[in-house]
């Protein structure tokens, strides 16, 4: 038997402005254009610009301020060659020189070949017939960017017979396949390492150079061992000389193991661009926002109107109404946007100067050593604010310093207590490590054991598996692979 029960529940939902927010927060300033631009074309009561009695409020103040020094019939000055609305809000740069029409310009591309294509071009100069041609076509459509053959060439096989109708066997394709081999990259369609290895000493100058036999040697008999670097079992094996080992090895090392690359000859270069710009002012360190984190957003002043026109006309009228329910949604959405990029740029200089202090002695020189063990609770009680607003704001966000451009996550670390019984942060530790590892003799390299007894003498209380945890981030091979001859 059904029965119906009233219950009272108390939850906490966020609104749909406070979501917005959230993700406007978080956006950085890259993307701060795009988001505005969509907000633009999606509300007609929002503008961009200042508003009309505000600039002209502004230029009078100017003409005034300039008459009273200078005099006005000395120095006539027309500001409308200064002031144009075109150039106005958020879009100006941080150098002022926004041009309107570059964002019409197109990026010239490259009109380099890519790889497939390069391979096509070198296909057509064999001598094949129509049914080889496209064989080789689909080998050359297998390789990947970086050059290699990785598809089964059975597998390879079934898609000739079903896509192409053409009936094929392993001797025919792989015949074709060492054809691919000769091409420019040397190295390109190997189906392996080793095998790219090979394909290039194979092709060098002077194949009788006893260095390439060598390294021939090596990489035929022993690549198991080269990979391991354990180049005394290679000795003995092949019965050489330290010298003999060391040569091979230096003519294998600079081999490229990538013949296609990765960009398959298309170069995409990415910008970063900082969401702070941290100055030196005679050792007083000041931070600003950037530029585009500061919009010229206003209200439209002729749906500001319409109510005016709503106030004298007759207001039983229902399709003036629904108009004013209209307009007025969009009133309030502008305005809350406006309010929402205010409050964004509040949060964001708030956020960084509470690290900017924390992180004062860092800021002042770039010395890694001088970075504070740091967590986002330390900021978002600084800052009276939640812990996952302060990630939000951290995450994908950078500051430009005279010692490069860094991500804000870049100054969030654990601390590692000493000796002393102070905390120093992790990010010391590694810089510590990295400097060890460069110093080490190659010949032999150190273990994470000795490394750590290192550190112990210098008073960092570390383990081995968070030296082994540090190698790895720091990326930072073992010894056995960090061992040269």
Not at 249 to 254: A, G, H, K, S
Not at 258 to 280: A, E, H
Not at 419 to 441: A, I
């Amino acid at each position: 038997m059904q029965k119906l029960n009233l219950s009272q529940t108390l939850s906490q939902k966020l609104s749909p402005q406070q979501i917005q927010f959230i993700k406007l927060l978080q956006v950085p300033t890259a993307e701060l254009d795009a988001r505005i631009e969509e907000e633009l074309e999606i509300n007609p009561a929002l503008e961009e610009g200042k508003d009309k009695e505000q600039e002209q409020s502004q230029e009078e103040e100017y003409e005034d301020s300039y008459d009273d020094d200078l005099g006005r019939d000395d120095h006539e000055l027309n500001l409308d060659d200064y002031l144009d609305d075109e150039y106005s809000g958020y879009k100006m740069q941080g150098d002022g020189n926004y041009n309107a029409d570059e964002e019409d310009r197109e990026i010239p591309i490259s009109s380099q070949a890519s790889l497939h294509e390069q391979l096509i071009s070198q296909l057509n100069f064999l001598k094949l017939d129509e049914r080889q041609k496209i064989i080789g076509q689909q080998l050359i459509g297998s390789i990947e960017n970086d050059g290699y053959i990785r598809r089964d060439l059975e597998a390879i096989i079934n898609d000739l017979a079903f896509g192409q109708n053409i009936e094929t066997d392993l001797d025919e394709l792989e015949e074709i396949l060492r054809k691919i081999q000769t091409f420019d990259p040397a190295g390109i369609a190997a189906r392996n390492l080793q095998e790219c290895l090979l394909i290039q000493l194979e092709r060098k100058e002077h194949p009788d150079d006893p260095d390439v036999q060598h390294a021939l040697l090596i990489i035929h008999d022993c690549f198991e061992e080269f990979t391991k670097k354990h180049y005394s079992k290679i000795q003995k094996r092949l019965d050489l000389s330290e010298d003999e080992i060391k040569d091979a090895v230096n003519l294998i090392t600079r081999l490229n193991p990538k013949p296609g690359g990765i960009s398959d000859g298309l170069v995409r270069t990415q910008y970063i661009i900082p969401d702070f710009i941290l100055t030196n002012n005679s050792g007083k360190l000041e931070v600003s926002l950037n530029s585009r984190n500061a919009p010229e957003l206003r209200i439209s002043r002729s749906y500001a109107e319409m109510f005016d026109a709503y106030d004298k006309s007759d207001k039983k009228d229902k399709k003036l109404k629904e108009t004013v329910t209209f307009v007025k949604q969009k009133l309030d959405s502008a305005k809350w946007f406006i309010d929402a990029i205010k409050q964004r740029q509040n949060t964001l200089l708030r956020t960084m100067e509470a690290i900017l202090k924390y992180q004062y002695e860092f800021f002042l020189d770039g010395d890694e050593t001088n970075l504070r063990p740091m967590i986002l609770k330390d900021i978002a009680e600084k800052i009276d604010m939640d812990i996952s607003t302060v990630s939000r704001v951290a995450n994908s966000k950078s500051i430009q310093t005279e010692f490069g451009v860094y991500p804000l996550k870049y100054f969030f670390s654990e601390g590692i207590s000493t000796d002393s019984g102070e905390d120093v942060s992790n990010r010391e530790v590694k810089s510590v490590l990295q400097g060890m590892v460069d110093g080490e003799d190659k010949k032999k390299p150190l273990s994470d054991d000795k490394l750590v007894k290192m550190l112990n003498k210098k008073g960092y209380n570390i383990a081995r598996r968070t030296v082994a945890k540090y190698r790895e981030q720091l990326q930072i091979p073992v010894a056995r692979l960090r061992k040269e001859l």
